[in-house]
């Protein structure tokens, strides 16, 4: 399984990077929002965790274009950012996303998250 982790830190993807490794999935960095949908259309991966604040194509419009894409089979899409407006939230949610991770978190929540979002993605929930 695939993963793509979006984020302007390159601290923060190696942090993510290795928490998802540890879930089984090969993670794929991106530092900016072009660079995510590069990798997006080149793999099609089961899991987009992306900062909300991306330079190029912020993380809003990454979301956007990924749920318009209607060729591919969706991937579970979460948001990961420090949140300063609970609008964010809301707008995150609205656009599509399947969660959102506040920061400061650690693997237990990344993967409680990840679990709830699949198995709503298998209908199950």
């Keep these: 399984m695939n993963c793509i982790i979006a984020d302007d830190s390159k601290i923060m993807r190696m942090l993510i990077?290795?928490?998802v490794k540890n879930l089984g999935y090969n993670a794929i960095e991106a530092e900016n929002g072009e660079e995510l949908l590069k990798s997006y259309?080149?793999?099609q991966p089961d899991l987009i965790i992306c900062d909300w604040e991306l330079p190029i194509v912020?993380?809003?419009d990454v979301l956007y274009t990924i749920r318009n894409d209607k060729k591919v089979k969706q991937p579970i899409f979460m948001f990961c950012a420090y949140?300063?407006?609970?609008d964010i939230l809301q707008k995150a949610l609205d656009g599509g996303a399947d969660d959102f991770i506040i920061r400061p978190f650690d693997e237990?929540?990344?993967a409680s998250k990840l679990k709830l979002a699949l198995l709503k993605n298998e209908g199950i929930i």
């Design 17 to 19: 990077g290795k928490i």
């Design 41 to 43: 259309m080149k793999i």
């Design 58 to 60: 912020d993380g809003l």
């Design 108 to 110: 237990d929540i990344i």
């Design 83 to 86: 949140v300063k407006d609970t």
